[in-house]
């Protein structure tokens, strides 16, 4: 009589300290493009125009070697050029568009923190294709985290809601979880310039088409812009759109995200929030406020818990019954392997 042979258990992720100081550093760099932006809408640019140069501009700097490495490994990325292209319409050219209509109709504060639903959705969509309730520990912190995302947008009083800006707001924070599952692979065969690259590319030819079609205005202008207490030409926050808040923060935190897995690294990039409040600080002179400050401690406390938990590894029912939250395929819910 021969025992049942059980499935080994997959090993978790390691803490990788680089991959964690690089989500960091990408949701720094993503943080910069608020006061970067704002200095272009002050001169007359609209939001649109600003995305559709933004992604632009990274596309041009990225299309040579993202066109020098595709053309090498042409046959190991070949069948990944479709993922390439859904990555630049949704995570990056819709993700945008939607943000800014929520915008339209919500205050900013409120509108980004429905875009930042994303790590919660990532889990709950892990509970529903797993069918098993995540541990306590993320629960928890995940309800920690959001709720120090509250505080740092210091959502207290009057706000202006719409039922239609919070809808585009949910569809921005869908797009926002698309960009963490598809940018978190950490086997993926499609390196991180061509991944950005490409996806830059294919958004800003959507961004560019939406313009054209009127869906969504361009308004550009040549005026000098107020940044950092100082007149600058328009170009200086352009380039730092394009080449610190795009180009830099995306390549990052997609080699971030590989080595992380896309839970955790969603929760790393709360600290985009955090960080955009200090740069605005730096930058603008708008000094945060101390329920901000509390709200930093709460989003950290909440990271820490998601890590702490995912760092014990795959949730294991019985005998060789193995789930792992992090493989959760596209097609259908995870039953674990039984044992043979």
């Known amino acids: ?76 990325v070949k069948g990944s050029l479709l993922r390439i292209a859904i990555y630049g ?14 915008v339209a109709h919500l205050s900013v504060g409120v509108a980004l923190l429905l875009e930042y639903l994303s790590p919660v959705l990532l889990v709950g969509w892990a509970w529903l294709m797993t069918r098993q309730r995540p541990r306590a520990l993320t629960i928890l912190g995940a309800v920690c985290a959001m709720a120090g995302l509250v505080l740092v947008l210091d959502l207290a009083g009057g706000q202006k ?4 800006g919070i809808l585009w707001g949910l569809a921005a924070a869908v797009c926002s979880a698309v960009y963490f599952v598809m940018s978190a692979r950490a086997n993926d065969n ?23 079609a009127g869906v969504m205005p361009l308004a550009f202008s040549s005026a000098d812009v107020a940044f950092a207490g100082d007149q600058v030409p328009w170009f200086v926050p352009v380039l730092g759109l394009v ?21 955790v690294a969603s929760f790393v990039a709360l600290f985009e929030v955090l960080f955009a409040v200090v740069w605005a600080w730096i930058l603008l002179g708008e ?17 820490v818990m998601v890590r702490l938990d995912e760092l014990r590894g795959p949730f294991r029912r019985g005998p060789g019954y193995v789930l792992d939250l992090e493989a959760v395929p596209a097609g259908g819910p995870v039953r674990g392997e039984e044992p043979g």
Not at 192 to 204: F, N, S, T, W
Not at 243 to 263: C, D
């Open 1 to 76: 009589m021969t025992s049942p042979q059980t499935s080994p258990m997959p090993a978790p992720r390691t803490m990788a300290s680089p991959a964690l100081l690089l989500a960091f550093v990408s949701a720094a760099a993503f943080g910069l493009s608020g006061s970067f932006a704002k200095s272009l809408f002050d001169a007359g640019w609209s939001p649109g125009a600003a995305v559709a140069v933004r992604i632009g501009g990274a596309a041009v700097v990225l299309i040579i070697p993202a066109v020098v490495i595709l053309v090498r490994q042409w046959s190991a």
């Open 89 to 102: 319409v949704v995570p990056i050219a819709l993700c945008q568009l939607f943000f800014f209509n929520a």
């Open 161 to 164: 809601v719409s039922v239609e």
């Open 190 to 212: 499609v390196p991180p310039i061509l991944m950005a690259g490409g996806g830059m590319a294919v958004g800003a030819a959507a961004i560019f088409g939406l313009g054209f």
């Open 243 to 263: 080449l610190v808040t795009t180009v830099f923060a995306y390549v990052v935190g997609i080699i971030a995200t590989r080595g992380l897995g896309s839970k």
């Open 287 to 303: 000094l945060p406020q101390l329920v901000q400050l509390l709200g930093g401690a709460f989003i950290m406390v909440g990271v």
